[in-house]
C-alpha cells in the first residue's frame, strides 16, 4: 500500500532531551516536506527537501533539522525540544519536486515536550 | 509571499451544496491549487487540484477565475461525514515552499 509512515505517533518528552521523529514513504517521492499544527496557527512548513542530500527551510525552522540521506526517508531531528515545540506534527511527500502535484500526508505525531 | 485566507467556520445541512472559497493573492503563475480535508487528529486528505477553470471529480468541484487569486472548492449534496475542516494550498511564489489556508470548519447538520 502506498503511504506516508511517521513514528511514533504519540511522544512525550522533557525539556533538552533529543529526539528523533522518523518519516519514510514508499512511493518513490522526490519531494518530502514537515508541518507542525497548531490551533489557531493552522499548518505551517518546517523543513522540506527536493531530493536525497536537498533540504531547505520552511516558514518555522527553528529548533528543528532535518537530513535525506536516503530518498523514502526524511527524520525530523529535535536537538533540544522546549514546550513551545509541542504540537502536531506532519509528515509528507509529493511525486515530483518541480511540479508540485499534491501531498500524501502521514498520520501524525502527537509531541508533548514538559 | 502568498497569503490565503478563508472562512473561519460554515454550517450546512445534510443534502445541501457547499461552496468554500480560499482568497489567495501572489501564487505561483504555473502551479496547482489543491484543496485538502482534514479530520480531528488525521493527517490532511486530498481531495481535488487544479490549475485554472474548472476541475470536478467523484467528489468535488473546484473553480478557477481566469486571475487566479481565489479558488472555490464545492461540494455536491454534503452528508454528516463531511463535517471536517477544509485547507488550500498554494505555492509561495519563486520557491518551493507550500502555504496552507487558514482552514474552514464546516459543519454538517442533520
Known amino acids: 500500500e502506498a503511504q506516508v509512515t511517521q513514528n511514533p505517533r504519540y511522544l512525550i518528552t522533557v525539556t533538552g532531551k533529543k529526539l528523533t521523529v522518523t518519516c519514510s514513504q514508499n512511493?518513490?517521492?522526490?519531494?518530502m516536506s514537515w508541518y507542525r499544527q497548531d490551533p489557531g496557527l493552522g499548518l505551517r512548513q518546517i523543513y522540506y527537501?527536493?531530493?536525497?542530500?536537498?533540504?531547505d527551510k520552511g516558514d518555522v525552522p527553528e529548533g528543528y533539522k532535518v537530513s535525506r540521506k536516503e530518498k523514502r526517508n526524511f527524520p525530523l531531528i529535535l536537538e533540544s525540544p522546549s514546550p513551545n515545540q509541542t504540537s502536531l506534527y506532519f509528515c509528507?511527500?509529493?511525486?515530483?519536486?518541480?511540479?508540485?502535484?499534491?501531498?500524501?500526508f502521514g498520520s501524525g505525531t502527537r509531541l508533548t515536550v514538559v | 509571499l502568498a497569503k490565503t485566507t478563508q472562512p473561519i467556520s460554515m454550517d450546512s445541512y445534510e443534502g445541501q451544496e457547499v461552496n468554500i472559497t480560499c482568497s489567495h493573492n501572489?501564487?505561483?503563475?504555473?502551479?496547482?491549487i489543491t484543496w485538502y480535508q482534514q479530520f480531528p487528529s488525521q493527517g490532511p486528505r486530498f481531495i481535488i487540484q487544479?490549475?485554472?477553470t474548472k476541475v470536478t471529480n467523484e467528489v468535488a468541484s473546484l473553480f478557477i477565475p481566469a486571475d487566479r487569486k481565489s479558488s472555490t472548492l464545492s461540494l455536491p449534496r454534503v452528508s454528516l461525514s463531511d463535517t471536517a475542516v477544509y485547507y488550500c494550498?498554494?505555492?509561495?511564489?519563486?520557491?518551493?515552499?507550500?502555504?496552507f489556508g487558514t482552514g474552514t470548519r464546516l459543519k454538517v447538520l442533520a
Open positions: 494550498l498554494v505555492e509561495n511564489p519563486g520557491t518551493y515552499k507550500y502555504i
Open positions: 512511493m518513490n517521492h522526490e519531494y
Open positions: 501572489n501564487i505561483a503563475t504555473n502551479d496547482y
Open positions: 509528507a511527500s509529493s511525486l515530483l519536486a518541480a511540479k508540485f502535484m499534491g501531498y500524501t
Open positions: 527537501s527536493m531530493n536525497v542530500e536537498v533540504t
Open positions: 487544479g490549475y485554472k
